[in-house]
């Protein structure tokens, strides 16, 4: 099912329209007016705005606002949209179009609530609201072009043997497209003819008209080849008109023409993403064969599919420009697509592409093999641990980074087959597409479960997906061993490729950090019993619990791979997953603010424990990295009184499927080992990337410096200078704010921005007076006190530092310790 209608069918809408409606009977008493949808048409504009407001209060309040994505691109979720149109109704704001929202509020005030087609108004009124369309200027369209370039990766067009690679293993294709061409020929009125091609094929190749002859001859091929495919595959090719989609996605993406599976979409029903299983795009003009315009297009449809069904690996599809033919290929590195063919001349080709598509399996159509139905419904996957198979029961999609190119990674939280999910905590699978150079991520936590580390995500299987008995990758295994370079639109330094190497980085203004001492804990504090925190303002022992991990990814992703990648048509990308056992949710949904500052002070042990046990730095510290549980036992405080060395029983407890930490570190995606003078151990391409999430990215590691603990230990404080500017009391963004552009300013200028945020105290107070959210303004004297940790007379520190660790968790101590700073209004 569509994550997005089953987040619908899920959260009902009930009750919860139940106090606008009284609002809406209201004015029509009181204006004398039969309380019915007409009514609207009768208020006045003041009237109107008011009952508009009503309708976005009580919807914000739906469960379902908190859980579907925001339509606009801008971040959070579809309630952050809500309160940004909402704001938007301003008095003064002449411009905004009242009369487009009615039809919204006449589906609100019907005697039947259809939730579905109430949800799709929604998102196309906030859409349409908030973003409205900006005149196509020849400016803008390279803007946009741009973007587009930038979402889909390298394009390489016209690659041989694209269709041996992709239709190859269709079972009966060649002998049956033979048999049916043949066919085709015969007779008085032949289908295809050699000097005119296609029967019916319109001279003009209007858009319209090639849609519905895509149709006709599509049926009449299939039926041809039914005595060479005996099982029925359930599967069209239609005409999907604008008229065909559900509201929400006919205001700027759909698909003109397309091949469906028919089980999951019929004919009278509006269509969804995941119901085309291969996106087509026609243009009238066979010129558009050779230009980007139509490869966007189609690329743009390619990426909604990939962002909306989080099974797919890739996704085939087709361009027909005048009777030009391509297929096309889209999957985490970029498209590439095959050689082009005149659909008129060269008939048995065309009839090989239509049949090819309708006799593929799914696995063929790119969707992921190894996601199986358990008991016929359910997902799951199968796993190979400890010498014996597990099957991972799926429950639900907990975080999904909507993109083409890139990781691509999706977490799901699941259970083993058999265990009982009431008592049983979750266990976090993520998948996602790395680049073979970095270390793998399971390894990486591995060792750090192996070696004690605390706060950070704990361990529990890792795997390279195998599909066809091999290693699931880009190059050899979805692409089938395509070569790039052979390409006619090739070119050595085209495509995504990284910019060429920077000069040498100045060198840091830290000298080598020391080696770091045996014990995890600074000096002036104890370590405790199995590493686990001591304090309580770190970690406290607790039972998993049913907190998600998700959570909207405000930042972009982070803003760098790996370095040494010399040409994109040499990248590649490996299919990988990793199951944690410690599932939670983002910080900045933590129920109060001292528990916000009990999870960051957590998560800062963490950071020192994976560093001092293991060598590792983690070097993406985000929002969405650093996570709470807090559904635990809070009588369960045995574990504070435990004495230190009294270990005997640490691996027991580490395996205790009762146990998660209170608050961890997860995605060590970008983590590395962190040079030391003398030590070797990382390449020089290492050494002068830049990794993270770029708006809490150190200064120094902005200006080039090699990373070293000290950066990670600024960006905790920039995580928590974000989340006071952008959330409100429940976890929830408060819409834009100037400090979105550091997620897109270029390095030198973030710099520039951060070094006159914190340069001065006094500075820093009123910007701190005038940016935090109301909720967080009791934590600006705390959040200056930790910035004055951070850096030490308005500077920034000038050598290694190890204590600072114990230092900035003092701060976050003294902060959660004062009851009074804390309590406001029921907050604490």
Same mark, same amino acid.
């Given at each position: 099912m569509?994550?997005?209608?089953?987040?619908?069918?899920?959260?009902p809408?009930?009750?919860?329209?139940?106090?606008?409606?009284?609002?809406f009977?209201?004015?029509c008493?009181?204006?004398?007016?039969?309380?019915?949808?007409?009514?609207l048409?009768?208020?006045?504009?003041?009237?109107?705005?008011?009952?508009?407001?009503?309708?976005?209060?009580?919807?914000?309040?739906?469960?379902?606002?908190?859980?579907?994505?925001?339509?606009?691109?801008?971040?959070?979720?579809?309630?952050?949209?809500l309160?940004?149109?909402?704001?938007s109704?301003?008095?003064?704001?002449?411009?905004?179009d009242?009369?487009?929202?009615?039809?919204?509020?006449?589906?609100a005030?019907?005697?039947?609530?259809?939730?579905?087609?109430?949800?799709d108004q929604?998102?196309?009124?906030?859409?349409?609201?908030?973003?409205?369309p900006?005149p196509?200027t020849?400016?803008?369209?390279?803007?946009?072009?741009?973007?587009?370039?930038?979402?889909?990766?390298?394009? *390489?067009?016209?690659? @041989?043997?694209? =269709? /041996?690679?992709f239709?190859? %293993?269709?079972?009966?294709?060649?002998? +049956?497209?033979? $048999?049916?061409?043949?066919?085709?020929?015969?007779?008085?009125?032949?289908?295809?003819?050699n000097?005119?091609?296609?029967?019916?094929?319109?001279?003009d190749?209007?858009?319209?008209?090639?849609?519905?002859?895509?149709?006709k001859?599509?049926?009449?091929?299939?039926?041809?080849?039914?005595? *060479?495919?005996?099982? @029925?595959?359930? =599967? /069209?090719?239609?005409?999907? %008109?604008?008229?065909?989609?559900t509201? +929400?996605?006919? $205001?700027?993406?759909?698909v003109?023409?397309?091949?469906?599976?028919?089980?999951?979409?019929?004919?009278?029903?509006?269509?969804?993403w995941?119901?085309?299983?291969?996106p087509?795009?026609?243009?009238?003009?066979p010129?558009?064969?050779?230009?980007?315009?139509?490869?966007?297009?189609?690329?743009?449809?390619?990426?909604?599919?990939l962002?909306?069904?989080?099974?797919? %690996?890739?996704?085939?599809?087709f361009?027909?420009?005048?009777?030009?033919?391509?297929i096309?290929?889209?999957?985490?590195?970029?498209?590439?697509?095959?050689?082009?063919?005149?659909?008129?001349?060269?008939?048995?080709?065309?009839?090989?592409?239509?049949l090819?598509?309708?006799?593929?399996?799914?696995e063929?159509?790119?969707?992921?093999?190894?996601?199986?139905?358990?008991?016929?419904?359910?997902?799951?996957?199968?796993?190979? %641990?400890?010498?014996?198979t597990?099957?991972?029961?799926?429950d639900?999609?907990?975080h999904?980074?909507?993109?083409t190119?890139?990781r691509?990674t999706?977490?799901?939280?699941?259970?083993?087959?058999?265990?009982?999910?009431t008592?049983?905590?979750p266990?976090v699978?993520?998948?996602?597409?790395?680049?073979?150079e970095?270390?793998?991520?399971?390894?990486?936590?591995?060792?750090?479960?192996?070696?004690?580390?605390?706060?950070?995500?704990r361990?529990?299987?890792?795997?390279?997906?195998?599909?066809?008995?091999?290693?699931?990758?880009?190059?050899?295994?979805?692409?089938?061993?395509?070569?790039?370079?052979?390409?006619?639109?090739?070119?050595?330094?085209?495509g995504?490729?990284?910019?060429p190497?920077?000069?040498?980085?100045?060198?840091?203004?830290?000298?080598?950090?020391?080696?770091?001492?045996p014990?995890?804990?600074a000096s002036?504090?104890?370590?405790?019993?199995?590493g686990?925190?001591?304090?309580r303002?770190?970690?406290?022992?607790?039972?998993s619990?049913?907190?998600?991990?998700?959570?909207?990814?405000?930042?972009?992703?982070?803003?760098?791979?790996?370095?040494?990648?010399?040409?994109?048509?040499?990248?590649?990308?490996?299919?990988r997953?990793?199951?944690?056992?410690?599932?939670?949710?983002?910080?900045?949904?933590?129920?109060s603010?001292?528990?916000?500052l009990?999870?960051?002070g957590?998560?800062?042990?963490?950071?020192?424990?994976?560093?001092?046990?293991?060598?590792?730095?983690?070097?993406?510290?985000?929002?969405?990295?650093l996570?709470?549980?807090?559904?635990?036992?809070?009588?369960?405080?045995?574990d504070?009184?435990?004495?230190?060395?009294?270990?005997d029983?640490?691996?027991d407890?580490?395996?205790d499927?009762?146990?998660?930490?209170?608050s961890?570190?997860?995605?060590?995606?970008?983590?590395s080992?962190?040079?030391?003078?003398g030590?070797?151990?990382?390449?020089?391409?290492?050494k002068?990337s830049?990794?993270?999430?770029?708006?809490?990215?150190?200064?120094?590691?902005?200006?080039?410096?090699?990373?070293?603990?000290?950066?990670?230990?600024?960006?905790?404080?920039?995580?928590?200078?974000?989340?006071?500017?952008?959330?409100?009391?429940?976890?929830?963004?408060?819409?834009?704010?100037?400090?979105?552009?550091?997620?897109?300013?270029?390095?030198?200028?973030?710099a520039r921005?951060?070094?006159?945020?914190?340069?001065?105290?006094?500075?820093?107070l009123?910007?701190?007076?005038?940016?935090?959210?109301?909720?967080?303004?009791?934590?600006?004297?705390?959040?200056?006190?930790?910035?004055?940790?951070?850096?030490?007379?308005?500077?920034?520190w000038?050598?290694?530092?190890?204590?600072?660790?114990?230092?900035?968790?003092?701060?976050?101590?003294?902060?959660?310790?004062d009851?009074e700073?804390?309590?406001?209004g029921?907050?604490?």
């Open positions: 569509d994550p997005r209608l089953e987040i619908i069918n899920n959260n809408i009930g009750k919860g329209l139940d106090a606008f409606r009284a609002s009977s209201s004015v008493e009181d204006g004398k007016i039969p309380c019915t949808p007409d009514a048409g009768q208020l006045d504009q003041d009237e109107l705005r008011k009952l508009i407001r009503a309708f976005l209060r009580a919807v914000q309040n739906l469960a379902a606002a908190d859980l579907l994505p925001a339509w606009t691109g801008l971040g959070g979720s579809l309630r952050a949209d309160l940004r149109l909402e704001l109704l301003s008095s003064d704001d002449d411009d905004f009242l009369d487009r929202i009615k039809p919204l509020l006449k589906s005030i019907a005697d039947t609530l259809d939730d579905a087609d109430i949800w929604i998102q196309t009124v906030v859409t349409e609201s908030i973003l409205p900006r196509i020849s400016e803008h369209g390279k803007d946009v072009d741009k973007v587009l370039r930038n979402e889909l990766g390298a394009l *390489y067009v016209g690659i @041989p043997r694209f =269709r /041996e690679a239709f190859g %293993r269709v079972a009966g294709l060649e002998t +049956a497209s033979e $048999a049916v061409f043949q066919k085709c020929m015969e007779g008085s009125e032949p289908l295809f003819n000097n005119n091609g296609w029967s019916g094929w319109p001279a190749a209007q858009q319209n008209a090639v849609y519905s002859w895509l149709t001859v599509s049926e009449k091929l299939v039926t041809l080849a039914e005595e *060479y495919k005996s099982t @029925p595959t359930h =599967r /069209e090719i239609i005409s999907l %008109r604008p008229n065909k989609w509201r +929400a996605y006919t $205001a700027e993406h759909k003109d023409v397309g091949f469906l599976d028919v089980r999951r979409a019929k004919k009278d029903c509006k269509y969804h995941t119901h085309i299983l291969v087509g795009e026609v243009k009238s003009n010129s558009a064969d050779t230009t980007p315009e139509a490869w966007l297009d189609l690329g743009t449809y390619a990426r909604k599919i962002a909306t069904i989080d099974t797919r %690996r890739f996704v085939l599809g361009t027909i420009c005048g009777s030009l033919m391509r096309w290929e889209f999957d985490r590195l970029g498209g590439i697509a095959s050689e082009q063919f005149d659909i008129n001349k060269d008939g048995l080709q065309f009839v090989s592409t239509v090819g598509f309708h006799w593929m399996s799914r063929e159509l790119g969707f992921d093999p190894t996601i199986m139905a358990a008991n016929g419904s359910r997902p799951c996957i199968e796993i190979e %641990r400890n010498g014996s597990e099957r991972l029961i799926i639900e999609t907990i999904r980074i909507r993109g190119v890139g691509a999706t977490c799901w939280r699941a259970h083993r087959e058999g265990d009982p999910q008592t049983t905590p266990l699978i993520k998948d996602s597409w790395q680049y073979p970095r270390d793998e991520e399971g390894e990486l936590l591995r060792e750090a479960t192996d070696q004690g580390v605390v706060n950070v995500a361990y529990y299987h890792h795997e390279t997906v195998q599909v066809d008995g091999t290693d699931d990758d880009i190059r050899d295994n979805v692409r089938r061993g395509l070569d790039v370079t052979t390409a006619t639109t090739y070119q050595p330094a085209e995504l490729m990284p910019p190497p920077p000069p040498p980085p100045p060198p840091s203004t830290m000298p080598p950090p020391p080696p770091p001492p014990s995890i804990i002036d504090e104890q370590p405790s019993r199995g686990r925190s001591s304090s303002i770190a970690s406290k022992k607790r039972s619990s049913s907190s998600q991990i998700g959570g909207a990814p405000l930042p972009p992703p982070p803003a760098s791979d790996p370095a040494g990648v010399v040409d994109a048509a040499l990248s590649n990308r490996v299919h997953r990793v199951i944690l056992r410690d599932c939670g949710k983002p910080i900045y949904k933590a129920s603010r001292s528990a916000l009990d999870a960051l957590g998560c800062i042990e963490g950071h020192e424990s994976l560093w001092r046990k293991t060598g590792l730095l983690h070097k993406d510290i985000s929002i969405n990295n996570m709470i549980n807090e559904e635990g036992d809070d009588d369960d405080d045995d504070d009184d435990d004495v230190e060395g009294d270990d029983d640490d691996d407890d580490d395996d499927d009762d146990f998660s930490w209170y961890f570190l997860i995605d060590l995606d970008l983590a080992r962190e040079h030391r003078e030590g070797g151990g990382i390449s020089e391409g290492a002068k830049k990794t993270g999430t770029k708006a809490f990215m150190a200064i120094g590691v902005l200006l080039g410096e090699q990373h070293s603990f000290m950066h990670d230990l600024e960006s905790f404080f920039w995580v928590l200078f974000w989340i006071c500017t952008h959330y409100d009391a429940q976890g929830n963004e408060i819409g834009p704010t100037e400090f979105d552009s550091w997620k897109c300013e270029s390095d030198h200028k973030l921005s951060k070094v006159g945020t914190i340069g001065e105290e006094s500075v820093f009123k910007i701190a007076e005038e940016s935090f959210t109301p909720y967080y303004q009791p934590l600006i004297p705390s959040v200056n006190k930790l910035r004055k940790k951070v850096f030490p007379g308005d500077k920034r000038k050598r290694p530092e190890p204590k600072l660790y114990s230092a900035m968790r003092k701060v976050l101590r003294e902060a959660w310790e009851r700073l804390m309590s406001d029921g907050y604490f």
